[in-house]
Structure formats: structure tokens, C-alpha cells
């Protein structure tokens, strides 16, 4: 989610809070509205940052077996921070994620702004100028 569409959405909320209003207590999910597919998306951001590409892959199965693998390791060897892949990252990064949006648009009349690629793009414009670093 890009940020100004947060701010958007959390402004509309607060637009419509009031004693008896539908929108007290209710949880609201925000996006760009539209799905992102991951890997995609990845090699994007990699390819704008001048980084190679992932061009390669290994089943699901075998990645939660690494990630079991390395959190046995970080378990019983005294190893610094946390294991770079786990079970659970291995999970978050094996689909493509999508939120429906459909209840904010049609309780706050949120609509996103900022698309995913607009988004990205102002990001990491930001960060290769030094304005992130």
C-alpha cells in the first residue's frame, strides 16, 4: 500500500466518524485495488534498482524444507538474528497476494490514488536519489 492512499483512506474514515455512524468499530482493508503478482513485481523493483533479475526457482516443497532446515540450525547453534528463510516467509512468498477493497470504497468512497507501478516508481526514485537512505 502506498502511503498516501493510507492517508487518504484514514482521512475519509475520519470524515464520516460521528456518534451512531456505521464506520465506528469497523476494520477497513486499503490497497491499490488491483493484484500484484509477486514475482513479478519483484524482478520490477530489482530491475529498476539495477539488480539482477530472479530467473530461477525451487519447488515449494523443497523451499520449506530449506526453511525448516535453517530454523533447526538457528535453534540449536548460537547464530546471530534470524534464519533468512523460514517456513513462514517461504508461505508468504510461494502466492501472489490480493486484498479486496470493496468495503472501504463502499463505506468511505475510497478510491486509490497512487497505482502499484506509480507507486513503486515514486519509491524507488526516492531511494536512488538518497531522500530514503
Known amino acids: 500500500m502506498y502511503v498516501e492512499n493510507a492517508s487518504d483512506a484514514h482521512l ?3 470524515d464520516r466518524l460521528s456518534d451512531g455512524s456505521p464506520v465506528n468499530g469497523q476494520a477497513y482493508v486499503i490497497s491499490q485495488g488491483r493484484p500484484v503478482v509477486f514475482w513479478k513485481w519483484i ?3 530489482l530491475e529498476r534498482m539495477k539488480m ?3 530467473n530461477r526457482n525451487v519447488s515449494y516443497g523443497m523451499a520449506r524444507f530449506l526453511g525448516a532446515g535453517m530454523e533447526m540450525a538457528y535453534a540449536a547453534l548460537p ?3 534470524e534464519p533468512r528463510l523460514t ?3 517461504v508461505d508468504l512468498l510461494a502466492v501472489s497476494h490480493y ?3 470493496s468495503k472501504a470504497r463502499n463505506d468511505l468512497g475510497y478510491e486509490p490514488r497512487i497505482s ?3 507507486g513503486l516508481d515514486h519509491t524507488i526514485d526516492a531511494f536512488q536519489s538518497g531522500y530514503l537512505n
Open 99 to 101: 486484498s479486496d477493497i
Open 79 to 81: 547464530l546471530p538474528g
Open 87 to 89: 517456513r513462514f516467509l
Open 52 to 54: 539482477p533479475q530472479v
Open 116 to 118: 502499484t507501478e506509480d
Open 43 to 45: 524482478n520490477r523493483i
Open 12 to 14: 475519509l474514515a475520519a
